[in-house]
């Protein structure tokens, strides 16, 4: 989920809305981090014109695979040096609204001392956490997974918090090889990233028939909690074929199966489906959502990349300090790319073909 945290307005009331703090103007004369606002201001913020989020919030296993591949140990300086590269991105602001960190990442600083969260509040970029604990077996399934974290959640949001986190996400997946059975759907009573994996040969109208249940089961369950729809984003997957289906789908017609489930789903109070790559190469990524922007939609759709904007900076940093500009300009190009998409503006056009290379991984874990 891509989601602000909740809380109760109050004692007597049961409706529930987001915490925030946040003006989303690069040139206010606070920091948002400053500034406290009444309402719902903070989600529509990250929902900004041409601005998307940028996902790090790997599991330091996940960030540790991620190094190996440019031959580097999964040691937490190394997992810093990293982090830091991509957080001290001069000008990344104009192009990323929010950052999603793993909670080793919220807690660490850059080599010069500097609070990591400070470095994405100079940039006006909000700072978010993932608050689950990751993926176990669910006993009783077709080798599907439900998703660890409840237990002690409110004393680790409040502590995030106090940390400088504004927003929390929750992810669980649904495997169509595996299900969906009726006892994960269950399990996604609390979570707004509802990610329907590649993982299959299955066929695009067969994604979108598991979409369909899966979203209508996670806004019915956000409705029965009264959860206030304008608090939260969503952070779902895209409606495509299977990774190993024998047609693969234009951006055209994944926008087309795509946006038909978002307004038939999703209630237009939600202020911006924040999108995830799940395993698209970056060009894929940014294609598809450039598709989906050609016509007005009810709410901002954009981004919430991981692997799609960091594929190519860790190629080109490849762990040498010497390569960290480099590495950053890589960065910054991916994000524009991203944010001309969110503006219909984008064309593939001198992309070079490592950005256009697949990055699915069966079974992937993060």
């Given at each position: 989920m891509a989601s602000t945290a909740l809380v109760k307005l109050n004692g007597a009331s049961s409706q529930w809305m987001a915490q925030q703090s946040f003006n989303g103007h690069r040139d206010h004369q606070l920091p948002f981090r400053d500034v406290e606002f009444h309402g719902l201001f903070m989600p529509k913020s990250i929902a900004s014109p041409g601005r998307g989020i940028l996902a790090i919030d790997e599991s330091n296993a996940t960030c540790g695979k991620r190094l190996a591949s440019i031959g580097l140990d999964n040691t937490e300086g190394n997992r810093q040096t990293y982090r830091q590269l991509l957080l001290t991105t001069p000008g990344l602001g104009d192009y990323?609204?929010?950052?999603?960190?793993?909670?080793?990442?919220?807690?660490?600083?850059?080599?010069d001392g500097k609070k990591f969260v400070d470095c994405l509040c100079d940039e006006n970029i909000v700072p978010g956490i993932k608050v689950d604990k990751g993926l176990a077996?669910?006993?009783?399934?077709?080798?599907?997974s439900w998703c660890q974290g409840l237990d002690g959640l409110a004393s680790r949001s409040a502590s995030y918090y106090k940390q400088g986190a504004r927003f929390a996400k929750w992810r669980t997946v649904v495997s169509i090889p595996c299900?969906?059975?009726?006892?994960?759907?269950?399990?996604?009573?609390?979570?707004?990233?509802?990610?329907?994996?590649?993982?299959?040969?299955?066929?695009?109208?067969?994604?979108?028939?598991v979409?369909?249940?899966?979203?209508?089961?996670?806004?019915?369950?956000?409705?029965?909690?009264?959860?206030?729809?304008e608090g939260i984003l969503l952070k779902p997957s895209m409606v495509t074929p299977g990774a190993e289906h024998k047609e693969k789908a234009s951006p055209e017609t994944i926008a087309k199966f795509t946006l038909h489930m978002l307004k038939r789903r999703v209630p237009?109070?939600?202020?911006?489906?924040?999108?995830?790559?799940?395993?698209?190469?970056?060009?894929?990524a940014t294609l598809n959502?450039?598709?989906?922007?050609?016509?007005?939609?009810?709410?901002?759709?954009?981004?919430?990349?991981?692997?799609?904007?960091?594929?190519?900076?860790?190629?080109?940093?490849?762990?040498?300090?010497?390569?960290?500009?480099?590495?950053?300009?890589?960065?910054?190009?991916?994000?524009?790319?991203?944010?001309?998409?969110?503006?219909?503006?984008?064309?593939?056009e001198g992309e070079d073909e490592e950005a256009m290379k697949g990055m699915f991984v069966k079974g992937y874990t993060y």
């Open positions: 990323i609204s929010g950052a999603i960190l793993f909670e080793e990442t919220l807690y660490q600083s850059t080599t077996p669910l006993p009783g399934s077709n080798n599907e299900g969906p059975s009726a006892l994960a759907d269950n399990g996604l009573v609390p979570i707004v990233e509802p990610e329907i994996l590649l993982d299959g040969d299955h066929s695009i109208e067969r994604t979108l028939e979409a369909d249940r899966v979203w209508a089961e996670v806004f019915y369950y956000l409705a029965e909690n009264n959860v206030m729809l237009p109070a939600v202020p911006g489906i924040m999108f995830l790559s799940g395993g698209q190469s970056e060009v894929e959502l450039n598709a989906m922007n050609q016509t007005p939609n009810p709410w901002h759709v954009s981004f919430s990349y991981a692997r799609a904007l960091q594929n190519s900076v860790l190629k080109t940093w490849q762990g040498r300090p010497w390569n960290t500009e480099a590495a950053q300009k890589a960065l910054l190009a991916r994000a524009k790319a991203n944010s001309l998409a969110q503006l219909g503006r984008y064309s593939a």
